[in-house]
């Protein structure tokens, strides 16, 4: 199992199809993926298993995470699994599901920082930075980086988003079943 510290941003993001052409002519493109993020209930943190469309194995995921907009530090375990769909229902069976989330992410890799441009089934589109600090000169350095491509890539402070795309899919079931 591997752990990471990582500085990361979300935002809303306008303009897809725009962000994706400054990704291209600016950064590098890793990869273009359909993901699908099973939350579970936890008591801390927040546990989801990561299954990429097309293959059986995932990545078991816990992570805790301050709800901010602004830049935000988390502590993230990784352990990469090779049967994604039996330790799902493992995890079914012991914690229970709380929410999942699919979409669609290309990424990229802009210096140090990957650029996730992320289509949410149901919510929309968004942005996400993410770049690996393992001290507190590079969580400045990757301040200052987030900085610069917010304002490359057009987004101001009413499009950061504090939590998870989990928290956002459970308020719109939450709107649906009041409505």
Not at 1 to 17: C, I, P, Y
């Amino acid at each position: 199992m591997g752990e990471k510290r990582l500085l990361e941003l979300k935002a809303h993001l306008a303009d897809l199809v725009w962000a994706e052409a400054w990704c291209t002519r600016h950064a590098t493109f890793i990869s273009d993926v359909r993901q699908k993020d099973t939350y579970f209930h936890v008591g801390k943190g927040r546990l989801k298993l990561r299954n990429v469309e097309g293959k059986d194995e995932g990545t078991l995921i816990y992570y805790q995470r301050e709800d901010r907009p602004y830049p935000k530090r988390s502590r993230v375990f990784l352990l990469p699994v090779a049967d994604a769909t039996g330790l799902l229902g493992l995890l079914r069976e012991a914690l229970g599901i709380l929410v999942e989330v699919r979409k669609r992410r290309r990424i990229f890799r802009w210096g140090e920082v990957q650029v996730h441009l992320d289509e949410v089934d149901g919510l929309g589109t968004f942005l996400e930075f993410e770049r690996v600090i393992d001290s507190h000169e590079e969580a400045v350095r990757a301040e200052s980086e987030f900085a610069e491509l917010r304002s490359s890539l057009r987004i101001f402070e009413k499009d950061l988003v504090a939590g998870s795309y989990s928290d956002m899919v459970l308020e719109l079931d939450a709107q649906e079943e009041r409505v």
